[in-house]
């Protein structure tokens, strides 16, 4: 028995120019952009994933699916001239993500069309080492945290503008009871207020922080620690009266004294919220000025309620980390492992020594 000889019966595909391969080389990047926004990637993200990937374009002056690993060795040697880590890093991590897309959606058609396999040049070898490791955050003690507050409540009383100051009171003790990130209070809506869900109420954070940007990760943050009471206060008394719109759909939650042209509030900007934490700060806690941020609020609330016996399984969903490790790193400085292993150690030593003795 003889193998019969088999033809190719599919078309003979023209042979595409140089204007074809570029012209396609561009709407693979369009397609990318579209595929981030899809994805909820803040604009500036998209624009510097974007810049990355002309930039390593440029350097090795073909098209991006013929890139090689050496490629990108040379870029990103390169780049570490001049540029912290944290920028080489965010340049590789751009790359490899466009990598996976072209991956993910066009390998197929890319060797079609070139014959080329599409391969990331971003590898285990020349990935930058992201030291992912938290910076240590101490944050201040119970009696220190109370001390802020306390004064900043009576100032409020008193401020010359109300309605700023006790929205300012209202975020940041927000920060120091359920861990929101600025960000995410920022971004709350009053709709995003769920009262009547749970025992406490829970608020709908739709733009919560993804893992390695990879767009928003939404989650339940249950009102408790006080956080249901301040809220319920500030909606109210204080929140009707910036303007009278708070019940319209998308009204959001903290806003600005400054007003669209409907004559409703805008929101409130992460930048005026986290002036206001160091104005109070520099007036009622002067030994913590400059150091005290939203985000160390966020690390004293993972630690106050590690201390007040909440588990850490139950912390880490409350402040929306994908890994327990990170939630770790939020509240390792009270942790007592070490200290509670040397006690035990020390008392049996003692009963040894103890056993031995005449």
Not at 65 to 70: G, N
Not at 84 to 91: D, I
Not at 189 to 211: I, N, Q, T, Y
């Amino acid at each position: 028995m003889t193998l019969a000889l088999v033809h190719d019966l599919r078309s003979a595909r023209p042979v595409p120019s140089v204007e074809d391969l570029d012209a396609f080389e561009q709407d693979l990047v369009a397609g990318f952009v579209l595929a981030r926004s899809a994805a909820g990637v803040e604009d500036k993200s998209v624009q510097a994933e974007i810049r990355a990937i002309s930039e390593f374009r440029d350097s090795m002056d073909r098209h991006l699916w013929t890139a090689r690993p050496d490629d990108a060795d040379r870029f990103l040697g390169a780049q570490r001239h001049g540029q912290a880590h944290s920028t080489v890093s965010a340049k590789a991590f751009g790359i490899s993500v466009f990598f996976e897309f072209l991956e993910l959606r066009h390998q197929a058609e890319i060797h079609a069309l070139t014959g080329e396999f599409v391969q990331c040049p971003i590898d285990e070898m020349n990935r930058p080492r992201s030291g992912w490791g938290l910076n240590l955050r101490i944050p201040p003690s119970d009696v220190e945290v109370a001390c802020l507050f306390d004064g900043w409540k009576d100032h409020v009383l008193t401020a010359r503008k109300f309605l700023p100051e006790a929205r300012n009171y209202t975020a940041a003790k927000v920060w120091s009871q359920v861990g929101l990130r600025i960000g995410e209070s920022s971004r709350l809506d009053m709709p995003d207020l769920l009262w009547e869900l749970g025992p406490f109420g829970k608020a709908h954070v739709r733009f919560g922080k993804g893992s390695r940007r990879r767009g928003p990760k939404p989650r339940m943050v249950p009102l408790i620690n006080g956080s249901r009471d301040q809220l319920a206060w500030f909606i109210e008394d204080v929140r009707g009266q910036f303007d009278d719109a708070w019940d319209r759909p998308g009204a959001p939650v903290f806003v600005s004294e400054r007003r669209s042209k409907d004559g409703t509030c805008n929101r409130i900007s992460t930048e005026a919220l986290r002036t206001g934490l160091a104005r109070a700060v520099e007036r009622h806690l002067p030994s913590w000025c400059g150091r005290l941020t939203p985000h160390v609020l966020r690390h004293y609330c993972a630690s106050s309620l590690y201390c007040n016996g909440v588990d850490i399984i139950a912390i880490q969903e409350l402040l929306g980390h994908e890994w327990i490790a990170t939630t770790m790193g939020y509240i390792h400085v009270l942790r007592t492992h070490i200290e509670d292993s040397w006690v035990k150690a020390a008392s049996r030593s003692a009963a040894r020594l103890g056993g031995v003795r005449t």
